[in-house]
């Protein structure tokens, strides 16, 4: 059974293992296109995706963010049908659409992609249990988005090569994951998620998009609006990483690794519990699989 | 007779209207990977490649800088060679060699290709006639990457994301062209090219690199060590905008646009001396061609 899925707008589902894109697509050889990433759960009740609605309206921001043409999200949802109707591996897979520019021999004709890969449910475990975390210093001020839209800040790029590189440092460092500081000393985000702060009288923190250029996280947004609906107090504010190891407790989130608490911040211990992460993360529809 | 001409690392001159990359492929979906541009001359004299050497030792070390696997120079020299011998186009082109972390489904496998593409003469010479310029926020300050690797400051990676955005912005403002400033207020480089100012004294000044995160560009060293074995000052100094204004020129150097007098910056005129001009440019290897 392949455990990884291409399928190309325009054309439909293809033969994983044949290539799909010219040498001189800008996506390859610019980084000029975006990209948003779906999880995909597949048990006993069938094959769904996780706010898919969410990561379109967020997939066609970020075209809007590099002009790029608007996505045409019916031909897209159309796609998504076809892939998942014809993904037949059970547990978590993370479903990537990307959109280029396209090849630079025949302008104006952007590229669409679809990627279906099934997602290790050991690796994906392992975070949900918890992280330790490095904080890496970003560059950027965290007001430096707010007059230079040409930063891309809270675009989904396919320039993703900063983050990447944060990741090996981390693992460089024998810790899981990054967590992105301001030059100015704010928190920010990870390479790959958002961050969740359990702060002082109960209050539920999210960190602003905007002059941050942090991107949106979907998952964030669907966890403060059940808190905020639950009557929990949940909002924006910049927090410090001194501010974190005094909170309540704090989680890296994702759209395919879920809710998954900072257990250490640069080797230092942070509070946790874990009944909360439970709460927050079956908020973002992160339940135990049904699976026989 | 095509304008373009693919090659693949491994398989040699390939169809280029055949696709080659996987959808997969880390340098498409996360921008990992890097880049390099050579200028390639065919004239009556043959087919030649400028300062090939310089160009594969700076691509080696982007490689390095991205923790890829160390570029087979010889298998690239072998790869060049045959793309140059079946290129049959007159006139200039841009030669781009382009190393990626490879498909996700085969890790520890980079891909490596060659795009061979000819370059529109008129344009060319429109941009060596001079350029009108702004100024744009980079968002890092001056010294942000001297102690974090992780931001690839001096690498030419394929997220290029950034660069593309800000030569757009330039195009919406009726300009050809950037010079991206630190958020400490000194003159960086363009988005594909390096910065060259005839400051007073006589002196020829480029922009440091190391903790600017500015790229070496292969024909302002050229230049540099060419007007410091004619006996003149040149060397490397942070400068203000307001700095180039005062000097006796300023020009972006690049690999195939060669050497471009900045005309404008900011919509002021800048000081220009054609003859200077043409001093540069012949020193770096951009005589006029002879063509029959």
Not at 123 to 149: E, I, K, N, W
Not at 172 to 194: Q, W
Not at 221 to 236: D, K, N, Q, R, T
Request: aromatic residues 4%.
């Amino acid at each position: 059974m392949s455990t990884q899925l291409v399928a190309v707008l325009g054309r439909g589902v293809v033969d994983p293992e044949t290539p799909v894109l010219f040498a001189d697509d800008a996506g390859l050889t610019r980084g000029d296109g975006c990209f948003d990433t779906c999880r995909v759960v597949r048990d006993d009740a069938g094959t769904r995706v996780d706010h898919l609605e969410r990561h379109l309206a967020r997939f066609a921001h970020s075209a809007e963010l590099l002009s790029l043409p608007a996505p045409d999200l019916g031909a897209w949802r159309a796609l998504i049908d076809e892939a998942t109707a014809a993904w037949a591996v059970p547990g978590e897979a993370a479903l990537k659409l990307v959109l280029t520019r396209g090849p630079e021999h025949t302008p104006g004709t952007p590229t669409g992609l679809l990627l279906l890969t099934a997602v290790d449910g050991a690796a994906l475990a392992r975070s949900r249990r918890g992280l330790r975390v490095v904080t890496l210093d970003r560059g950027y001020a965290s007001d430096v988005f707010a007059a230079a839209p040409w930063l891309l800040g809270g675009a989904k790029s396919l320039s993703y090569g900063v983050n990447v590189a944060a990741k090996r440092e981390a693992t460089a460092r024998g810790a899981d994951d990054v967590l992105f500081v301001s030059t100015d000393g704010y928190a920010l985000e990870g390479p790959t998620s958002g961050l969740l702060v359990a702060a002082g009288g109960g209050r539920l923190v999210a960190v602003p998009g905007g002059a941050t250029g942090v991107l949106e996280s979907v998952t964030v947004g669907v966890i403060l609006e059940a808190a905020g609906g639950a009557g929990m107090c949940a909002g924006f504010e910049l927090l410090r990483p001194a501010g974190l190891l005094e909170s309540r407790g704090a989680w890296l989130v994702s759209t395919v690794r879920g809710v998954c608490p900072i257990l250490q911040l640069d080797g230092r211990p942070m509070p946790h519990d874990p009944a909360l992460t439970a709460v927050l993360a079956r908020s973002a529809g992160f339940e135990p699989l049904a699976t026989s």
